[in-house]
């Protein structure tokens, strides 16, 4: 029997900024999931709240976040990628509204010592848990009411289309009969049924405003030089296209808007 461990980033984060980030993968990543939450919490633009970005990593959403005005809390337990956040926050100037933790999302709750958040920002960091549901159950504790989760994760949905498509059929079969899909980046990553996720959500009565789909057509284009020369066009693609089924099931990650049942839309 194999026992899952949380992954820490710590000795792969530069491998993983490149691969992911220092790559067109990430320009559409975070386009998409930037542009999904400017158009599904508004608000933002307003400045002013108190963010908790969970295992923000090298800081790309509470950089952008601060920028706003927002006052940010990033936790990560990797040393190497909390530099790295702080770092990228001193060349941005908002040192003073982005405060790095150095606590996994368990820890949380001791970490922040009762503090209560207007939006909590956890992207691609379910999918490297041992126990993703129970990251979820700190992170409502944490949401004031009224508040909002945008929650991203690595959707299994992606990862069997990508084996059917690379020829891997069985093993395409064998994973829909499972219900799970086999582990990614490096067998890091464990991928996640929308399904799921939902149903953990619905437990802690947390409902969802909205779905997008992020990076659905890109990982499909071998090509990369054409990805590269024609960018623009495929960016609008995924950006018309990630709440439209059943594009939007098939994204790399799927990207939920969450708020407190009850909470007015």
């Not at 790559?23 to 919490?41: C, N, P, T, Y």
């Not at 800081?59 to 990628?81: D, F, K, T």
């Not at 953990?200 to 779905?211: G, I, M, P, Y």
């Not at 939920?256 to 049942?261: D, E, G, I, K, V």
Request: net charge negative.
């Amino acid at each position: 029997m194999v026992v899952r461990r949380d992954v820490n980033f710590d000795g792969i984060a530069d491998a993983f900024e490149q691969e992911i980030y220092g790559s067109s993968k990430g320009r559409i990543r975070l386009a998409v999931l930037w542009q999904d939450m400017q158009e599904g919490m508004p608000w933002l633009l307003d400045g002013g709240l108190r963010v908790l970005d969970a295992g923000g990593g090298a800081g790309h959403q509470a950089i952008r976040l601060a920028q706003l005005g927002n006052h940010v809390v990033l936790c990560e337990p990797s040393h190497e990628m909390r530099d790295r956040a702080r770092a990228a926050a001193g060349e941005a100037g908002v040192t003073d509204t982005v405060r790095t933790v150095d606590a996994s999302i368990q820890e949380l709750d001791s970490a922040l010592a009762g503090e209560r958040f207007d939006l909590i920002v956890c992207h691609a960091v379910l999918e490297w848990l041992a126990d993703p549901r129970a990251a979820l159950i700190v992170l409502a504790r944490l949401l004031k009411p009224g508040g909002c989760l945008s929650l991203m994760f690595y959707n299994a949905n992606a990862v069997l289309f990508k084996n059917a498509l690379a020829g891997a059929f069985a093993a395409a079969l064998h994973e829909h009969e499972a219900g799970a899909a086999r582990r990614g980046w490096g067998e890091g990553a464990t991928p996640l049924a929308e399904q799921q996720v939902c149903g953990w959500l619905s437990e802690l009565a947390l409902t969802v405003r909205s779905k997008a789909g992020i990076r659905i057509f890109h990982d499909h284009v071998h090509d990369q030089a054409l990805v590269a020369e024609r960018f623009d066009e495929l960016l609008a693609l995924e950006l018309a296209l990630r709440r439209v089924e059943p594009f939007a099931s098939l994204g790399q990650h799927i990207h939920l808007l969450t708020q407190p049942a009850g909470t007015a839309p």
